[in-house]
């Protein structure tokens, strides 16, 4: 997660570096955004051992087909594909498969424990049975991030910087920069 934060945070910083403003992100207009909310909420909310894996699968297909649906937008493609190489190897293994040594190597080791001891988690230590290993969790990340990522999240994060960066340069369109001075007018700005 927080290597996600650190993404964001980082397109950010380089749309404003690149002369872009946030209210071009304002104006971006999903499709199909709450099959993003709920994949999203399926990821973090509580779920009973046994249904797990399927949740966990579910969520990522919703998330693929709100990147495909919305792959007209800069950036959105490299989403796509990012998540697609995830749910792959997701559905292949039950579950995400992760290196000990990326999990040692990005300061996690105690991780490898309490992985080994779970029975239902949507990781797990990555063994001779897995298949697809290229697009597991081997890329480790060290402290002060601590985290093991994948191929997938690579590609996923860089279509988000080239979406939020491409986004931010982008020109308000005159209706939304009216409705965006009203605003700003409206809470005394």
Known sequence: MRALLIVITTCVVAGYAFGGRLSGLSTTRFRWWGLAVAGLLLQVGPVPGPILVPVLIASFAMLVVFALVNARLPGFGLVFIGLALNTVVITANLGMPVTSDALADSGQRDTIAELNSMDETKH????????????????????????????????????????????????????????LEHTREAVGG
């Open 124 to 179: 797990h230590i990555a063994t001779d049975n897995d298949v697809l290993l290229v697009l597991s969790d081997w890329i480790p990340i060290p402290p002060p991030v601590k985290q093991a990522i994948s191929i997938g999240d690579l590609v996923m994060w860089i279509g988000a910087g080239v979406f939020v960066v491409s986004t931010m340069r982008r020109p308000v369109p005159v209706a939304d920069r009216a409705a």
